[in-house]
């Protein structure tokens, strides 16, 4: 029985190691709570993308929460390994773990800029970015059997090896640990050795790690098909990346039996979070100052936005009340009336700057002649939203409400569902990047994820199953984007996959590993719509991705988990509805007209009411 902690896994992956970690965050740490262990380190590859989820889900378990991330390394010189040579030496990587607040900025900063300067998409780190103050509170170990070193000694490149150690124990002083790890995998057989004379010879300490990648040894089989989606390969090829049977989620107990000799390398793991003091922490929402100056505390800020949110909002409500004047049964006291309560919540829900900032790119988006959507959903029922021309729709002439869009007693933050013409979408987007500066404005990531049918056509595939038979057994699998079916519910409710599963061992592994995988993350990629705006470089509030088919940042964490960090979101739909209009409206005017569809009446009998049979 082991006393104590005994061991703490430093460098495990999640999902969000994308197409090589097969746990989910709430399985990581239910196996770590279920081992008793204290602390849990995640380090997935090249991404924080489960950074603020895996500490605030870890944290309400009483489990320490340790973040680092695996992010590759270019050695210098480029030339010390030739060409042919450097394929063999897998992700090249080090393991950067955040063990204050300023380590995690550091870190964020590394992985975002990782992202931010590659040409071509993939995250990679460069020596030099190392040499200044964004190592502060950063503990490196080495990388272990993918990393830059191990490998170089596996392929007899020692003077590489010891030229690689010696930069990053220049750079990371005490904070640099050798990683050792035990897969029953030849090359670390023979690499261990040369690790361990480096460490005692040079003073660095020894650190034992076991990377998961998987739950359980038996899950190896499905994990080695997902490394084969990933590599575009198949589980027959041999010259493959693949790992060993022992990357599964050891216990405590396991891991001390297995490093027994080397008591040092425990201990390590048990001081590196001791020295880890942070985690990132969820904020309340952060937003740019639009109308206050930046010296003001953030209450005076609150109430010079909402002194100049009222003026606004007051001068439109004039606006209106001269041209159009009350709805029915109405009077003006009613709308200043309603005008003043929806202006006391959202200044006191401290609210008035996003009002502000809608407004401003709408009415930019106006002025450029973009077409932009009336409104829907429930800011429609806001009067200062129509005040300030955020929509067209007047809430009191059909009675919506506004507690529908903001209620104290259920406090969220607002959110227009805002529509641009799908053409020049972008221009507004360009507007809002000049206005608040290129580094406060991102895209929001988004994981494609292997669904059902898609996780059976990717194992099919690798297992080499003829094509024809993995479509058959795709389209027994019901497709409701609405209410997407589970495999396991797919199998349970169709006989005929019970049949084929019963009368074929493939289909049986197919289906068997393709329950496994299910719902496991596939790829990044950029939200439609969802744009967050900040009050300095977002990369200080969170760390950035780069999609390569766009040129704006994208943040690392997804649309729920941004907003926890204290960003707010601000949708820019794109809709084809209001393209066509614009084109039908130009075309309608060709000759000279004056039609508008703003003023086009809503109880016009020939557009609503014609009955084309009476022709």
């Known amino acids: 029985m082991t006393n104590g902690p005994g061991f703490i896994h430093l460098h495990a992956h999640s999902a969000y190691s994308l197409l090589e970690g097969a746990i989910k965050l709430p399985k990581l740490i ?67 773990i955040a063990q204050s607040e300023t380590g995690f900025e550091h870190l964020s900063e590394l992985v975002s800029q990782a992202y931010l300067q590659s040409a071509d998409g993939l995250a990679q780190l460069h020596l030099d970015w190392l040499d200044g103050e964004l190592t502060g509170d950063l503990i490196c170990l080495s990388g272990g059997l993918e990393g830059g070193i191990d490998p170089a000694f596996a392929q007899g490149y020692d003077a590489v090896a010891i030229e690689r150690l010696n930069a990053l124990k220049e750079r990371f002083g005490d904070r640099f640990y ?28 020894l650190v034992a790690t076991n990377e998961p990648f998987f739950a359980k040894s038996d899950d190896f089989e499905s994990h080695d098909a997902l490394l084969a989606v990933a590599g575009g390969s198949v589980v027959a090829q041999t010259e493959r990346r693949k790992l060993s049977q022992e990357h599964y989620f050891k216990s405590r107990q396991e891991m001390c039996d297995l490093f027994a000799d080397l008591p040092e390398a425990l201990s390590s793991t048990i001081e590196i979070a001791e020295r880890c003091h942070f ?49 029915e049964g109405l009077t003006e006291k009613d709308y200043r009336d309603r005008l003043a309560f929806e202006l006391n919540v959202i200044v006191n829900m401290k609210f008035p700057g996003y009002f502000l900032i809608v407004a401003d790119f709408i009415k930019w988006a106006k002025n450029q002649g973009i077409p932009v959507g009336p409104g829907r959903g429930s800011g429609a029922g806001s009067l200062v939203a129509y005040s300030l021309t955020i929509t067209d729709l007047d809430p009191l002439r059909y009675a919506l409400l506004f507690e529908r869009f903001l209620n104290p007693e259920r406090v969220s933050m607002p959110d227009f569902d805002i529509d641009f013409c799908q053409d020049r979408r972008e221009e507004v987007i360009r507007y809002v ?27 099919g595939r690798v297992l080499q199953m003829p094509y024809p038979q993995v479509d058959r057994i795709c389209k027994l699998v019901p497709s409701n984007p609405a209410n997407p079916v589970t495999l396991k519910e797919a199998i349970d409710g169709e006989p005929r996959l019970q049949e084929m599963r019963d009368e074929e ?22 939200h439609a719509a969802g744009i967050v705006i900040g009050d300095r470089p977002l990369q200080q509030l969170v760390p950035l991705y780069r999609d390569p088919r766009s040129d704006m940042p994208v943040s690392q964490y997804n649309m729920k988990v941004v907003e926890n960090a204290g960003l707010v979101k601000f949708d820019f739909l794109g809709l084809k509805t209001l393209t066509v209009i614009d084109y039908a409206v130009k075309n309608i005017n060709r000759n000279g007209g004056d039609f508008s569809i703003e003023k086009a009446p809503l109880d016009d009998e020939l557009t609503y009411f014609h009955d084309s049979s009476k022709q």
Do not use: W
Not at 505 to 515: M, P, R, S
């Open 279 to 327: 985690s990132p922490q969820e904020r309340g929402p952060i937003l740019p100052n639009f109308a206050a100056p930046a010296h003001l505390s953030a209450d005076e800020a609150v109430e010079a936005e909402g002194k100049e949110l009222a003026r606004q909002a007051e001068e439109g409500l004039d606006r209106f009340l001269a041209e159009i004047g009350p709805a």
């Open 433 to 459: 990047q000049q206005k608040y500066g290129a580094e406060q404005v991102a895209q929001i990531i988004t994981f494609g994820s292997l669904q059902a049918r898609a996780v059976l056509r990717d194992v």
């Open 178 to 205: 050798i990683e050792l790890q035990r897969h029953d995998i030849e090359r670390q057989k023979l690499t261990e050795p040369q690790l361990v004379d480096y460490a005692y010879a040079n003073g660095i300490r």
């Open 30 to 96: 239910d196996l770590a709570i279920a081992d008793e262990q204290p602390a849990l380190g995640i380090a997935d590859t090249s991404n924080l993308f489960g950074a603020l989820q895996f500490s605030t889900m870890a944290s309400s378990k009483g489990l320490q929460p340790i973040v680092g991330c695996e992010i590759p390394l270019q050695f210098e010189p480029p030339e010390d390994i030739p060409g042919k040579e450097r394929k063999k030496f897998a992700k090249e990587s080090i393991v950067l």
């Open 505 to 526: 061992e493939t289909v049986a592994d197919l289906l068997a590993i393709g329950q496994k995988l299910e719902g496991l993350y596939r790829h990044a990629s950029t």
